[in-house]
């Protein structure tokens, strides 16, 4: 799947117009502070084990935990211990902005 905007929860009606607008042209919209260079986004992918690779592409592609620790045969607290260590390196606080990182830089 791809995600062309995320918008807060406490935006304005003026920031989710944009936000809609945007994704109907087909344009990505992202907060501020979730915004980074794509090379920066490549430099940080380039430095993940095939491990991390393979479980942001599932989670990217909107697989949950149970499922990703079943298709890879691992409990869902490595998955969780995966992700968080995936976090940290990409420098995000979620699922959906480890995604964006991923989709920004395909």
């Known amino acids: ?17 944009l936000a809609v607008n945007s994704a109907a042209m087909g344009m990505m919209f992202l907060p501020g502070d979730w915004r ?16 991390q690779r393979e479980i942001l592409t599932m989670l990217a592609a909107g697989e949950s935990n149970k499922e990703i620790g079943r298709a890879l045969n691992i409990s869902t607290g490595t998955v969780k211990a995966h992700l968080e260590s995936l976090y940290r390196r990409l420098e995000v606080k979620n699922r959906t902005q480890a995604a964006m990182m991923l989709n920004i830089s395909s």
Request: proline residues 6%; glycine residues 0%; charged residues 30%.
């Open 36 to 51: 980074t260079t794509p090379e920066k986004d490549i430099k940080d992918l380039k430095s993940l084990s095939a491990r």
């Open 1 to 17: 799947f791809n995600v062309l905007a995320i918008v807060p929860r406490d935006s304005t009606v003026e920031t989710f117009a």
